[in-house]
């Protein structure tokens, strides 16, 4: 398994409407570790032109935050919108592009070809898995990133949703067999795994609480609809105090020269393996990234 992931902080990862210039201009001023340039649900269809005209404009500008990654969500390449956008996107370069709704490993892997075939290598290409075929096949459109640019998974509930007909509730219990899914096929892969919107923007208690969940399943940040909600999945998405002291208790104790050649020790009551060890190392490597900021 190659591990795409890196230790590239993606606690916050933002939509903004292209089309809006005063969104795009909000945007300069935000945290968020990405921000995803929406050209499809957020365009109406008489503006998707505008729309790739602006986030190409927006890109190379450089008009972003300099230490957030950049993408954008193209729209699909059913109708020709989606091809347009990655024409327009050719000069600009995003770190890395959105495709919506695919279905299948089939499209998954054209998808691939397409974004590699214009812009070239570098370009990372992430899925929105929001359909029953694309959950259904999760692994195997993941191994696709064995011979293609496919860097990411991000949970789109929304249309999962309405394809399903299911009647989400609080705590999200029908989707959490999905978000599973998507989640582990990511990890078996390296790949980038990032949460579902929240919808509610005033109910800062209720997206708390699904920043939680999506960190507890192992996530590595939220997509977020609202510049209210960067500090907030920032927050939780970022190492605890206690976390980081725990690690860094693991890192010492096998790094003691008693620990050498041991696989396994009691650490205050706790039985520690070095896959802990492992875990322990990428979380304080992370709050360094962090710090660096």
């Known amino acids: 398994m190659t591990d795409r992931t890196s230790l590239r902080p993606r606690r916050s990862a933002l939509f903004v409407p292209a089309v809006n210039e005063r969104a795009l201009a909000k945007a300069a001023g935000l945290d968020a570790d990405v921000f995803i340039l929406d050209l499809e649900d957020s365009v109406a269809p008489e503006r998707k032109a505008a729309a790739r005209e602006a986030a190409a404009a927006a890109l190379r500008e450089a008009r972003l935050p300099p230490h957030a990654e950049r993408a954008v969500r193209i729209n699909g390449f059913g109708d020709g919108l989606g091809l347009a956008d990655l024409e327009a996107l050719r000069e600009a370069r995003p770190d890395a592009v959105v ?25 990372a290409l992430w899925l929105m898995m929001e359909t029953p075929g694309a959950v259904l096949d999760a692994l195997a459109i993941a191994r696709t990133a064995r011979s293609g640019p496919l860097g990411g998974f991000l949970a789109g509930l929304n249309d999962l949703a309405k394809d399903t007909r299911a009647m989400p509730a609080p705590g999200r219990g029908i989707f959490l067999p999905a978000l599973a899914n998507i989640l582990y096929a990511a990890r078996a892969e390296g790949l980038v795994a990032l949460d579902g919107v929240y919808n509610e923007i005033s109910d800062e208690a209720g997206f708390l609480a699904e920043c939680r969940q999506g960190r507890e399943l192992g996530y590595d940040g939220k997509t977020l609809i609202h510049p209210s909600q960067v500090a907030p999945a920032n927050e939780v998405y970022a190492p605890a105090q206690a976390e980081l002291a725990w690690a860094r208790r693991i890192i010492a104790a096998f ?39």
């Open 99 to 123: 495709v919506p709704k695919v279905t299948g490993v089939e499209e998954a892997a054209l998808a691939g070809a397409r974004v590699q075939q214009t812009l070239g290598a570098g370009v």
């Open 255 to 293: 790094d003691a020269p008693e620990a050498a050649g041991k696989a396994v020790m009691a650490l205050d009551g706790q039985m520690v393996e070095r896959l802990h060890l492992q875990a322990a190392r990428r979380l304080v490597a992370l709050a360094e990234r962090l710090a660096e900021r």
